[in-house]
């Protein structure tokens, strides 16, 4: 059965899920995850994607960002997640899908829910017992955000 049509709006602020398909593990070492981060820096310059904030989970993903043309957000998440896909069945010999059919996509108002949602993602890990503090989970924008201790510069000013 095909999704409901997505809601697209122009320089609209999105949050975006996608989970690994039948909810297994995406991510399996410290270089998957260096490697999605790649893919999304890569992009995000290609499809004109401001990054607010990400999470990356063993089993799913959390991205929060704008895009300027709303058509390419729909490019910018199936380019990363299709090449993210290769990568991941090359390096353990698998074929066949990783994500679970269609990404999620949600408008966020860009005021005080902005920076709810924000919080929302980077405390992900938190919530999901890896760590005790958000400082102590690599993979989210929370070290970028609020220590400068990263060096992925993924993420574009937040403009309410």
């Not at 063993?58 to 380019?79: E, R, Y």
């Not at 059919?101 to 993602?121: A, E, H, M, P, W």
Request: proline share 3%.
């Amino acid at each position: 059965m095909p999704g409901s049509p997505r809601v697209y709006i122009n320089n609209g602020c999105y949050h975006i899920i996608a989970r690994g398909n039948q909810k297994q593990q995406i991510f399996k070492q410290d270089g998957d995850y260096l490697k999605y981060l790649v893919l999304l820096k890569k992009y995000k310059k290609i499809y004109s994607f401001k990054m607010y904030g990400y999470c990356l989970m063993l089993n799913h993903i959390h991205i929060l960002g704008q895009v300027a043309n709303a058509p390419n957000l729909s490019k910018f998440i199936q380019v990363v997640n299709r090449t993210y896909t290769a990568h991941f069945n090359n390096s353990y010999n698998k074929v066949g899908h990783l994500w679970q059919g269609r990404f999620k996509s949600k408008i966020i108002v860009k005021d005080q829910y902005l920076i709810n949602c924000v919080n929302y993602i980077e405390c992900n890990s938190v919530r999901a017992n890896l760590v005790s503090n958000p400082d102590e989970y690599m993979w989210s924008s929370y070290r970028e955000r609020n220590m400068f201790k990263c060096n992925f510069n993924l993420l574009d000013p937040l403009i309410l």
